[in-house]
């Protein structure tokens, strides 16, 4: 949300060559803030400084902070940006509004960029607000602090649950009392209902239609006594004998490293305990047996003390023990196509076989070590060190495994990564019959299909996917390049053409609603036959002989053909049992491009039936066939 632009303002900026692709306008933030810029202006920030770092994005600054002096910087990532907190930098990115929150959309521009010029500039100081000023009520006012670094003064936490991960705290202590809307989009805890709070520091983010405070971590809560005690947030094996366990904040060298402080079940015992040397939140675990593969292992902690001595309660998780095969962790339940073991904790090893890098796609994928087979694929979306993972590498990867639209996946962060090894020879593809069928047993797999016939090329109708069968009745997506639309995901520069033959290998994705096969490259492309563009006849050939478009089709449909010469031919239409259904050409035709068009008649006049038919082209030197699908 913005003031009303100024029109001295709009046409300096018009004639400044504000467009994407052209030289940025450069403002600085209080002027975006207060509409002395239109929307959608490329820009360029300097020497502002970044104060917070979400996984989507950064918190700016203008140095001289104060009112309308923060702007959120999204960079689409699924993982923190690499530039930290107190950066000066130099920022370039459209300026718009998204949902009611100003940001520069760095990901909408090949323009953007952003350059740290300092890495080691100062955080402007908190300015200190009381709740009533970043109210949704108060929208004149709250709109002054938007993505400003704020702190709010004596706060009890209530236990009210908005959802989505936002929270209330209640001010104490002044005359008139107002409730501050707080958010967990950076990683800390939130205090406990009723632990009171001197101060809270963060962010203040407009979303949703409501305006909240985003504190950048625990160290932004300064509470009235101790700090809570920790709770244990997750477990995860490393190794076949060892451990990794978080807390949700700090821990207590002393406690944590105890021994006896940790039991787990199935006979297992806890023989040493190691604070992480980067992170006070990691304990880990080393165990005096080995566990056992695809066994759930139930851990309960307690006496572990935060940094101000408070104990904590016993708790409990559960995780499955050592490092457990794809296909364990992809394989569905009975009758579901939900991994059986989604929403746990669960460390799987692979060989990764395909990597996207691309917009929306930042992937690889993990086939099983004992090679192709059934659930024997899974996706892990890795965004931040996607760099640092090639094709052939063996992984170890410790997460949460959940279905994320019906799709078996891991994403960054890691509890635990490892690669294991790397150059190692890629399994070959598994054979994948297009039969339309139930494809779950290949989600995420490498697969191949085989002598297929391009049907339907893609179009903005279709997301610019296009699709391939073997029979003409069952069709199988294959995922876009996007040629048609400038899209980003060039994987490949095949251009798909009605009738094309083709073996195409990919992996195997399910998305809105069905099977997709996504080719990583175009040595996934093997072209049996191209079907020239326009039909044109290439040299050495006497005709050739197009797919029908649409296919399948109702009412009717187009067939192209083209000859090398003048001569005899005819186009003929049979039905399965080789009767023959239409003739729609007969007599001396010229060389070049032919197009007629078939309306689904029979030579007596009756309209045809639903099913398969073919058509035949016959010239003096040969005869051509291809099949096309009515459906009624």
Same mark, same amino acid.
């Given at each position: 949300?913005?003031?009303?632009?100024?029109? +001295?303002?709009?046409? $300096? *900026?018009? &004639?400044?060559?504000? %467009? #994407? /692709?052209?030289?940025?306008?450069?403002?600085?933030?209080?002027?975006?803030?207060?509409?002395?810029?239109?929307?959608?202006?490329?820009? +360029?920030l300097?020497? $502002? *400084?970044? &104060?917070?770092?979400? %996984? #989507? /994005?950064?918190?700016?600054?203008?140095?001289?902070?104060?009112e309308y002096?923060?702007?959120?910087?999204y960079?689409?990532?699924?993982?923190?940006?690499?530039?930290? *907190?107190?950066?000066?930098?130099?920022?370039? /990115?459209?300026?718009?509004?998204?949902?009611g929150?100003a940001?520069?959309?760095?990901?909408?521009?090949?323009?953007s960029?952003?350059?740290?010029?300092?890495?080691?500039?100062?955080?402007p100081?908190p300015?200190?607000?009381?709740?009533?000023?970043?109210?949704t009520?108060?929208?004149?006012?709250?709109?002054?602090?938007?993505?400003?670094?704020?702190?709010?003064?004596?706060?009890?936490?209530?236990?009210?649950?908005?959802?989505?991960?936002?929270?209330?705290?209640?001010?104490?202590?002044?005359?008139?009392?107002?409730?501050?809307?707080?958010?967990?989009?950076?990683?800390?805890?939130?205090?406990?209902?009723?632990?009171?709070?001197d101060?809270?520091?963060?962010?203040?983010?407009?979303?949703?239609?409501?305006?909240?405070?985003?504190?950048?971590?625990?160290?932004?809560?300064?509470?009235?006594?101790?700090?809570?005690?920790?709770?244990?947030?997750?477990?995860?094996a490393?190794?076949?004998n060892?451990?990794?366990?978080?807390f949700?904040?700090?821990?207590?060298?002393?406690s944590?490293?105890l021994?006896?402080n940790?039991?787990l079940?199935?006979?297992?015992?806890v023989?040493?305990?190691?604070?992480?040397?980067?992170?006070a939140?990691?304990?880990?675990?080393t165990?005096?047996?080995?566990?056992?593969?695809?066994?759930?292992?139930?851990?309960?902690?307690?006496?572990?003390?935060?940094?101000?001595?408070?104990?904590?309660?016993?708790?409990?998780?559960?995780?499955?023990?050592?490092?457990?095969?794809?296909?364990?962790?992809?394989?569905?339940?009975?009758?579901?196509?939900s991994?059986?073991i989604?929403?746990?904790?669960?460390?799987?090893?692979?060989?990764?076989?395909?990597?996207?890098?691309?917009?929306?796609?930042?992937?690889?994928?993990?086939?099983?070590?004992?090679?192709?087979?059934?659930?024997?694929g899974?996706?892990i979306y890795?965004?931040?060190?996607?760099?640092?993972?090639?094709?052939?590498?063996?992984?170890?990867?410790?997460?949460?495994?959940?279905?994320?639209?019906?799709?078996t996946c891991m994403?960054?962060?890691f509890?635990?990564?490892?690669?294991?090894?790397?150059?190692?020879?890629?399994?070959?593809?598994?054979?994948?019959?297009?039969?339309?069928?139930?494809?779950?047993?290949?989600?995420g797999?490498?697969?191949?299909?085989?002598?297929?016939?391009?049907?339907?090329?893609?179009?903005?109708?279709n997301f610019?996917?296009?699709?391939?069968?073997?029979?003409?009745?069952?069709?199988?997506?294959?995922?876009?390049?996007?040629?048609y639309?400038?899209?980003y995901?060039?994987?490949?520069?095949?251009?798909?053409?009605?009738?094309?033959?083709?073996?195409i290998?990919?992996v195997i994705?399910?998305?809105?609603?069905?099977?997709?096969?996504?080719?990583?490259?175009?040595d996934?492309?093997d072209?049996?036959?191209?079907?020239?563009?326009?039909?044109?006849?290439?040299?050495?050939?006497?005709?050739?002989?197009?797919?029908?478009?649409?296919?399948?089709?109702?009412?009717?449909?187009?067939?192209?053909?083209?000859?090398?010469?003048?001569?005899?031919?005819?186009?003929e239409?049979?039905?399965?049992?080789g009767?023959l259904?239409?003739?729609?050409?007969?007599?001396?035709l010229?060389?070049?491009?032919?197009?007629v068009?078939?309306?689904?008649?029979?030579?007596?006049?009756?309209?045809?039936?639903?099913?398969?038919?073919?058509?035949?082209?016959?010239?003096?030197?040969?005869?051509?066939?291809?099949?096309?699908l009515?459906?009624?």
């Amino acid at each position: 949300m913005k003031k009303l632009f100024s029109l +001295l303002m709009l046409v $300096v *900026v018009f &004639t400044s060559g504000a %467009a #994407y /692709g052209q030289d940025p306008f450069a403002t600085t933030i209080y002027d975006l803030n207060n509409g002395l810029v239109p929307l959608d202006t490329l820009v +360029l920030l300097e020497d $502002v *400084v970044i &104060t917070g770092v979400v %996984a #989507y /994005g950064l918190y700016v600054q203008e140095q001289a902070s104060g009112e309308y002096s923060g702007i959120f910087i999204y960079t689409g990532s699924a993982n923190p940006p690499a530039e930290e *907190v107190g950066n000066i930098c130099d920022i370039i /990115g459209p300026y718009e509004e998204y949902q009611g929150l100003a940001e520069l959309n760095l990901p909408m521009s090949t323009s953007s960029s952003i350059t740290v010029t300092d890495p080691d500039g100062t955080v402007p100081d908190p300015i200190l607000v009381r709740a009533v000023q970043v109210k949704t009520t108060n929208p004149d006012e709250a709109e002054k602090w938007e993505s400003v670094l704020i702190y709010a003064e004596n706060l009890n936490p209530l236990a009210d649950d908005p959802g989505y991960g936002a929270y209330f705290a209640m001010e104490f202590d002044f005359a008139i009392n107002d409730t501050l809307r707080l958010d967990d989009a950076f990683d800390h805890s939130q205090p406990n209902p009723g632990q009171l709070l001197d101060s809270v520091t963060g962010c203040v983010r407009y979303s949703y239609n409501e305006f909240n405070v985003n504190p950048r971590g625990n160290e932004d809560f300064v509470y009235n006594g101790a700090a809570p005690a920790p709770n244990l947030e997750w477990a995860v094996a490393t190794g076949a004998n060892t451990v990794r366990i978080r807390f949700d904040r700090d821990v207590e060298q002393t406690s944590a490293e105890l021994v006896t402080n940790y039991m787990l079940g199935g006979g297992l015992t806890v023989t040493a305990a190691a604070i992480d040397t980067e992170n006070a939140q990691i304990v880990n675990l080393t165990l005096g047996a080995d566990m056992t593969v695809e066994t759930l292992v139930s851990m309960i902690v307690f006496n572990v003390r935060n940094e101000d001595g408070v104990p904590m309660a016993p708790q409990n998780v559960d995780f499955w023990g050592n490092i457990n095969s794809i296909v364990f962790a992809s394989t569905p339940d009975a009758g579901a196509d939900s991994s059986a073991i989604a929403q746990s904790y669960v460390t799987v090893t692979g060989i990764v076989h395909s990597k996207f890098d691309g917009y929306g796609k930042s992937h690889i994928y993990l086939g099983d070590l004992s090679g192709p087979g059934d659930y024997s694929g899974l996706e892990i979306y890795m965004n931040a060190s996607l760099d640092l993972v090639n094709v052939g590498d063996i992984v170890v990867i410790g997460d949460y495994i959940y279905e994320y639209f019906a799709m078996t996946c891991m994403a960054e962060p890691f509890f635990y990564f490892d690669i294991l090894s790397s150059g190692n020879p890629v399994p070959d593809p598994q054979v994948m019959v297009i039969d339309g069928g139930d494809y779950e047993v290949v989600e995420g797999s490498l697969v191949e299909v085989q002598e297929v016939v391009v049907v339907e090329r893609g179009g903005d109708y279709n997301f610019y996917d296009w699709n391939v069968s073997q029979d003409g009745l069952n069709w199988l997506k294959i995922d876009s390049v996007n040629h048609y639309s400038g899209g980003y995901d060039d994987f490949y520069t095949y251009v798909e053409g009605l009738g094309d033959t083709l073996n195409i290998c990919g992996v195997i994705r399910y998305a809105f609603g069905e099977y997709i096969l996504q080719p990583r490259s175009d040595d996934d492309i093997d072209i049996i036959y191209q079907n020239p563009v326009g039909v044109e006849v290439t040299p050495g050939a006497y005709a050739v002989l197009g797919q029908n478009f649409p296919n399948p089709f109702n009412p009717k449909t187009e067939i192209s053909f083209a000859l090398a010469s003048d001569g005899l031919a005819s186009l003929e239409i049979f039905d399965v049992q080789g009767r023959l259904v239409k003739t729609l050409v007969s007599g001396k035709l010229g060389a070049g491009s032919h197009t007629v068009t078939w309306n689904g008649d029979t030579n007596q006049g009756d309209m045809s039936t639903s099913g398969m038919y073919f058509y035949r082209l016959n010239t003096s030197h040969e005869t051509l066939t291809r099949r096309m699908l009515l459906l009624k």
